[in-house]
């Protein structure tokens, strides 16, 4: 199974918003609102930001937002800060009930 | 709260077995409400999922690696494990354990870097 596509690579300036793709098929990020989005920092385990599609867990800020139209699954961090630099994956469940993840998603505060 | 602890080799040769142990405190795989399993990361690269299980129910495996891997569930029921056989140079990756819910990852384990070297 191929990776979901994501941009290898997103920036913007303090404060602004990004929005960041993940493209899959309808075998997975079509299927369901099984998507989820991690941010990993460098050196540490991945931590979840968004479930379901569009679920932030406790403490996560909600200047991150997630969204789903068809085969595309996006993640928007507004009011982007300089904490919020790090690698960003989406996950998606399968229809044949395996996990798929896109290839990652650096964002750089400018 | 919910903790993960990856135990192994951190040195494994080629053509050998890598093996690991995932340690859970705080919760049981058996509490029938999530998933069980195993991603890795390569250095400077992605995540891949390698596979997970439900107790009492099936395990799933990527279709890239579902030759080489067994994930299985210790009877203790807060231990579960990854067997990799045959590996090589491209299984050097840092591996995680994690409990999966509603479709993707809610917990992760520290992770723990396995090395593939003679």
């Known amino acids: 199974q191929s990776a979901l596509t994501q941009p290898a690579s997103v920036s913007g300036s303090p404060g602004q918003s990004i929005t960041i793709s993940c493209t899959g098929s309808?075998?997975?990020?079509?299927?369901?609102?099984?998507v989820s989005w991690y941010q990993q920092h460098p050196g540490k385990a991945p931590k979840v930001m968004i479930y379901?599609?569009?679920n932030r867990p406790s403490g996560v800020s909600n200047r991150f937002s997630g969204s789903k139209s068809g085969n595309t699954a996006s993640l928007t961090i507004s009011g982007l800060q300089a904490e919020d630099e790090a690698d960003y994956y989406c996950?998606?469940?399968?229809?044949?009930?395996?996990?798929?993840f896109g290839g990652g998603t650096k964002v750089t505060v400018l | 709260q919910l903790q993960l602890q990856e135990s192994g080799p951190g040195l494994v040769k080629p053509s050998e077995t890598l093996s690991l142990t995932c340690t859970i405190s705080?919760?049981?795989?058996?509490?029938?409400?999530?998933?069980w399993g195993w991603i890795r990361q390569p250095p400077g690269k992605g995540l891949e999922w390698i596979g997970s299980?439900?107790?009492?129910?099936?395990?799933y495996y990527n279709l890239s690696l579902k030759s080489r891997v067994t994930i299985s569930a210790d009877t203790s029921k807060i231990q579960f494990s990854l067997k990799l056989s045959s590996v090589t140079a491209a299984d050097t990756a840092v591996y995680y354990c994690?409990?999966?819910?509603?479709?993707?990852?809610?917990?992760w384990g520290q992770g723990t870097l396995v090395t593939v070297s003679s």
């Open positions: 299980f439900y107790y009492g129910g099936r395990t």
């Open positions: 996950t998606s469940f399968t229809t044949r009930n395996t996990l798929i």
């Open positions: 379901e599609v569009s």
């Open positions: 705080g919760d049981s795989i058996s509490s029938n409400n999530h998933d």
């Open positions: 309808s075998s997975d990020v079509g299927a369901y609102n099984y």
């Open positions: 994690a409990r999966l819910s509603r479709g993707g990852i809610d917990y």
